[in-house]
Structures are given as C-alpha cells and as structure tokens.
C-alpha cells in the first residue's frame, strides 16, 4: 500500500531570539529576566522579563522601575579604534555604531543545524530567527517505512488509524487525553512531521541551548500562525480538519502580509475584525474594492488556503552599513573617524561573505548627506580581495572617492558594497606558493635571508603609513610606491601577511605585491642559470670561434638580472 502524498511544512521560530543569545553568551539560567539595550530602548525581552510587564517598546527606565532584578545587556557596538564590536561598558550614541553581528553570527549556526533536516531548495531563511522547512519529502519516506513494517494501524476502510496521546506539544482543537485518536492520511503525515519537529528543536537545543516554537501543518501561512500560539519552548499541530475552528475568530491582520496596508484598507472599508468577518465577503465585493487579484488572494488566505512554496533564499547581492549623526558632525575630523567606524563594520561582512561563499562585491560606494542638502553618493569599482588586508584599506579607499571635499555639517554616513559574485580564482593562483602567517608569530629565518618582523621596533608598513598620513588630514592621498620584498609590518599587521615559503619573508597580502616577490625570484633563478652557463668550461676554440648553428658573443658580457630588482 502506499500512502497519497501530502504536504508538511515547518515554521520553527525561535524564542526571544537576542535575549537568549546574551542569556547563553552569559551563561545565565533561562529563569533570569533579560532584557537586550539598544541606547535607552529595548530591542529583546525574554519571556521572564516579560512576565513583569515589559515588551519591546519598553525603556530601560521602565524595565528597572517594574523589575528591579533585570539583567540589561547593551546591545555590542564598534567605538573609535575598534577592530571589531565589543560590549563597551557605556556606548554612547555619538561615538559608537550599534553592531548586531553576534545575533548574526548565532542565527548562522542555527539555520546550520536546521537546514540538515531538509534539501537546500526546501529550506528558507525566513529572518534572523525563522526558518520554513518542507519536510514532506522525508515525511514520504518515513511514512512508506513505517507501512512496510506493518507500523501503522489501519482501520476497517484501510485508512491510518493516528494516536496524538505522545506528540510533543499542542494538537490544536485535539484533546490528547480524552480523545487522542483521529482518522486520515494527511493526520499521519502530519503525526510523522510533529515527530520530527521535536527532533529538530530537540537538536538546535543540544547544539546551541537556544529554545524555539514551530508550527506543524501543511502550508507556510498556516505554519507561522501556529508557532506563535504557544510560545515559549513549544510546537503546535494544525490537523485539516481543525483549519476553519483555529481561523474563524482570529484577527485576520495577524495574517503574513495583511497587516499593513492592504489589511487596513479591509478592516476600514469593510469593518472586518476576524478571518470569519472576512468570509462573509462575496468574491465579487472583494473584486470591487481589491481588484482581481488580490481579492482572490486575500479570499483564500484567510481561509488557510496557501500554495506558496517553501524556496531557496538568494545569497544577497549588496551589503552597507549607515549612521545618522544627531547632532550633525561640525568637523571633518569627525567624519574620518565614522568613515573608520563604518568601515569595520563593512570588512567583517565582507570576510564573513568571501570565508562562507566566496564572494566578493564589484562596487564600493559612499554616500554622505549634508544638512538640509541631498545626500552625495561617490561609487568605484570594488577594490581586490587581497588589497583589503584590514578595515583601513576600505577607511582610505572612501576617504579617496570623496576627493578632499567638505562635508559640514554632516549629518548620515553611508558605506556600501554590491554585485557580489564568486571570486576569479585565476588572479590569485600565486598564492600556493606562499603561507599564511599566524599573527603575532615572526616568520621562521630562513638562511641566507633577512627575517622582517624580527625587528624589535619595526617601521610601518605602507597602509599604516598611508593611513597616519590620512589621520592628520592629508586624506585622499595614496602611495604607488611598492617594496619587492613586502613592506616591513609590525606583529599586529602580521594577521595581514603572508610567508614566501622559498625565502621565509613577509609579504603584504596583496597582488602586487605577491606578483613583485614571485617575480624576484624568477629573476634570481634566470640569474643563477646565467652564473652558471658561464662557469662551464669553455669548448674547444673552433667551435667557439663559429661555425653552423653558433652565435656570436653579445658585447659587454652577461648584465646582472637582479639589477632590475632592488630590495628596501
């Protein structure tokens, strides 16, 4: 026998998502309240805190005034000097760029867990903290196991005979004690789903010791309403046969993608409340006010009837980071500074984008807007992944584009990078022959050759030169000037550099200079080859003098090769 195939799908959210990153980063027990601070608002609430009366929209003034014991965590901010965001003690708004990279960073290794419990094209990000997952496929073959082994009770019509009594969770309209049992194909389908739901949020708990809800039923629309039924910690189930009881009094504006416009528009024109109020509407009042289209759309959605797949997310194609400056910036000074500020932010992106899928963006752009004028946008070709060797590169390259200009008083700063795609692994094939080097550890000498970063006070490189220049306002300027043998680099920039694994020197990760070093080394191997021709014992003067297939002596002797290369 085999079962008519029908469709699962998952929401899984998790729970306060920002609280219970800073909960489990600060190895405080789940009953803490926790609030998560952004200036002098809250941005996360757990479900403790929230018990004492307080939500998003809260103050902090508030949060301790109704609970007094709360733990407030500053959200992590990128400050002056900054390589990367750090829990500073007291940000404060005019110094310091909120970072939300953390909650990043978790939401990353969550989706990692989830996205093994079903193929990539059935996964979908749906947010920093949901996901859609179309488990119908496994479900299939879970289903089809479990008939082949005679583990699935049928009744009298050969038709599932599905126990609720242990699904995890809230079976909605269900009574898994009194009544546990109901009959159908798409009930066991779903009972093998609530299965494996459990398991999955059984997994991201293990894993990562971050709770989550989900909703167990057969489309996306219905899925996320059920997960935030029974929060926290929870999953709901959602038979076919329950839909129209769950919906009727439902407000309908809770609906994905009907609580904006389009849903005001039906609750002012119509003075409709709930998906019931909704279904009194005939089609064609709904065509009249909403047009074809939508009528039928918004006719079928609030009675759960949703076909939207469940798709693949599209890496994204641009990246930026911005801050409005209250009060405007009077000095250019200041400016830089946010340019420094902005550009961290940018880089870290950028190696999270090249380390995860090895791409990088094709246009860099700044945008800045002075008071009460429009914003100036300058835009370049992005630079080489391997001239971005720190957030500097990209501080100096925006200060570049804005051409020594004044901006003041400046009141938003704008850093962007787009059209990203995979790297040309060609340009930087020349990069086998060398290593990288662990910060803070000098290279191995090598004999013969002169180890830099040896040094007890080494001199700056030519971005850290560049870069004092820009601090002490000679911005915009750049040198073309390049060492041979890579710029001398102290051990903080050594993170930066590479180690030629023929000589042992630092080489500033760069294609120039990479493509300058491996070309002195050719030119020694030609010079060596030259040395060595010529230190042969001279054949007999016949053969020497001429003859056919000789040549003559090239006047002046062999010149050095090496002539054309200097070192520093």
């Given at each position: 026998?085999?079962?008519?195939?029908?469709?699962?799908?998952?929401?899984?959210?998790?729970?306060?998502?920002?609280?219970?990153?800073?909960?489990?980063?600060?190895d405080?027990?789940?009953?803490?309240?926790?609030a998560?601070?952004?200036?002098?608002?809250?941005?996360?609430?757990?479900?403790?805190?929230?018990?004492?009366?307080?939500?998003?929209?809260?103050?902090?003034?508030?949060?301790?005034?109704?609970?007094?014991?709360i733990?407030?965590?500053?959200?992590?901010?990128?400050?002056?000097?900054?390589?990367?965001?750090?829990?500073?003690?007291?940000?404060?708004?005019g110094t310091?760029?909120?970072?939300?990279?953390?909650?990043?960073?978790?939401?990353?290794?969550?989706?990692?867990?989830?996205?093994?419990f079903?193929?990539?094209?059935?996964?979908?990000?749906?947010?920093?903290?949901?996901?859609?997952?179309?488990?119908?496929?496994?479900?299939?073959?879970?289903?089809?196991?479990?008939?082949?082994?005679?583990?699935?009770?049928?009744?009298?019509?050969?038709?599932?005979?599905?126990?609720?009594?242990?699904?995890?969770?809230?079976?909605?309209?269900?009574?898994?004690?009194?009544?546990?049992?109901?009959?159908?194909?798409?009930?066991?389908h779903?009972?093998?789903?609530?299965?494996l739901?459990?398991?999955?949020?059984?997994a991201?708990?293990?894993?990562?010791?971050?709770?989550?809800?989900?909703?167990?039923?057969?489309?996306?629309?219905?899925?996320?309403?059920?997960s935030?039924?029974?929060?926290?910690?929870?999953q709901?189930?959602?038979?076919?046969?329950?839909?129209?009881?769950?919906?009727?009094?439902?407000?309908?504006?809770?609906?994905?993608?009907?609580?904006?416009?389009l849903?005001?528009?039906?609750?002012?024109?119509?003075?409709?409340?709930?998906c019931?109020?909704?279904?009194?509407?005939?089609?064609?009042?709904?065509?009249?006010?909403?047009?074809?289209s939508?009528?039928?759309?918004?006719?079928?959605i609030?009675r759960?009837?949703?076909?939207?797949?469940?798709?693949?997310?599209?890496?994204?194609?641009?990246?930026?980071?911005?801050?409005?400056?209250?009060?405007?910036?009077?000095?250019?000074?200041?400016?830089?500074?946010?340019?420094?500020?902005?550009?961290?932010?940018?880089?870290?992106?950028?190696k999270?984008?090249?380390?995860?899928?090895?791409?990088?963006?094709?246009?860099?752009?700044i945008?800045?807007?002075?008071?009460?004028q429009?914003?100036?946008?300058?835009?370049?070709?992005m630079m080489?992944?391997?001239?971005?060797?720190?957030?500097?590169?990209?501080?100096?390259?925006?200060?570049?584009?804005?051409?020594?200009?004044?901006?003041?008083?400046?009141?938003?700063?704008?850093?962007?990078?787009?059209?990203?795609?995979?790297?040309?692994?060609r340009?930087?094939?020349v990069?086998?022959?060398?290593?990288?080097?662990?910060?803070?550890?000098?290279?191995?000498?090598?004999?013969?050759?002169?180890?830099?970063?040896?040094?007890?006070?080494?001199?700056?490189s030519?971005?850290?030169?560049?870069?004092?220049?820009?601090?002490?306002?000679?911005?915009?300027?750049?040198?073309?000037?390049?060492?041979?043998?890579?710029?001398?680099?102290?051990s903080?920039?050594?993170?930066?550099?590479?180690?030629?694994?023929?000589?042992?020197?630092?080489?500033?990760?760069?294609?120039?200079?990479?493509?300058?070093?491996?070309?002195?080394?050719?030119?020694?191997?030609?010079?060596?080859?030259?040395?060595?021709?010529?230190?042969?014992?001279?054949?007999d003067?016949?053969?020497?003098?001429?003859?056919?297939?000789?040549?003559?002596?090239?006047?002046?002797?062999?010149?050095?090769?090496?002539?054309?290369?200097?070192?520093?």
């Open positions: 026998m085999l079962s008519p195939p029908s469709r699962v799908i998952l929401h899984i959210d998790l729970d306060a998502f920002y609280a219970q990153v800073e909960q489990v980063r600060l405080l027990p789940a009953t803490v309240p926790i998560v601070q952004q200036w002098q608002g809250l941005i996360a609430v757990n479900y403790p805190a929230r018990a004492c009366g307080l939500n998003k929209m809260s103050t902090v003034a508030e949060a301790r005034q109704k609970c007094p014991h733990t407030l965590v500053h959200t992590a901010s990128i400050g002056p000097g900054d390589s990367v965001p750090q829990y500073h003690a007291a940000p404060k708004y310091h760029k909120i970072s939300l990279d953390v909650y990043r960073a978790a939401s990353k290794r969550v989706m990692q867990v989830l996205a093994r079903a193929p990539p094209q059935a996964f979908e990000r749906a947010s920093v903290d949901e996901a859609y997952l179309d488990v119908s496929a496994t479900v299939d073959t879970k289903v089809a196991a479990m008939l082949a082994a005679g583990a699935v009770e049928l009744d009298a019509d050969d038709v599932p005979v599905v126990n609720w009594s242990a699904c995890e969770g809230v079976v909605a309209g269900i009574d898994k004690l009194s009544a546990p049992t109901t009959r159908g194909w798409s009930d066991l779903l009972r093998v789903g609530a299965d739901c459990s398991e999955i949020r059984a991201v708990m293990s894993e990562l010791r971050y709770t989550c809800s989900a909703g167990v039923t057969r489309n996306k629309t219905l899925s996320k309403l059920c935030a039924q029974n929060k926290p910690n929870n709901t189930v959602l038979l076919d046969s329950c839909i129209d009881d769950f919906l009727r009094d439902m407000p309908f504006q809770k609906i994905r993608n009907l609580g904006g416009k849903g005001g528009e039906i609750e002012e024109h119509f003075q409709a409340k709930t019931g109020d909704v279904w009194k509407l005939p089609m064609q009042v709904l065509q009249a006010k909403l047009g074809e939508s009528a039928v759309w918004v006719h079928d609030v759960g009837i949703c076909k939207e797949p469940v798709v693949q997310n599209q890496l994204q194609k641009s990246t930026g980071a911005h801050k409005n400056m209250r009060p405007p910036l009077q000095a250019m000074e200041d400016v830089w500074k946010w340019i420094d500020v902005l550009s961290c932010e940018i880089f870290l992106r950028l999270e984008e090249y380390d995860t899928y090895s791409r990088w963006p094709k246009t860099f752009s945008s800045i807007r002075v008071e009460g429009p914003a100036t946008s300058k835009s370049a070709p080489p992944r391997l001239k971005v060797v720190s957030p500097e590169s990209l501080s100096k390259y925006a200060i570049s584009l804005l051409s020594n200009s004044t901006f003041i008083p400046c009141q938003s700063i704008g850093i962007g990078c787009s059209g990203f795609a995979k790297e040309d692994v340009a930087t094939s990069l086998k022959f060398f290593h990288k080097v662990e910060p803070g550890l000098p290279p191995e000498n090598t004999p013969g050759t002169s180890t830099i970063a040896s040094s007890d006070a080494p001199s700056p030519v971005e850290e030169t560049e870069s004092n220049n820009q601090k002490t306002g000679d911005h915009g300027k750049s040198s073309a000037s390049h060492n041979f043998f890579g710029p001398k680099v102290s903080q920039a050594n993170e930066y550099c590479i180690e030629c694994d023929q000589c042992g020197q630092l080489i500033a990760a760069d294609d120039v200079s990479i493509a300058e070093h491996a070309d002195y080394h050719v030119a020694c191997a030609l010079q060596k080859h030259d040395v060595e021709k010529r230190a042969r014992p001279k054949k003067a016949a053969e020497s003098a001429g003859g056919k297939g000789s040549s003559k002596r090239r006047r002046g002797g062999s010149k050095d090769i090496l002539c054309y290369f200097k070192r520093q």
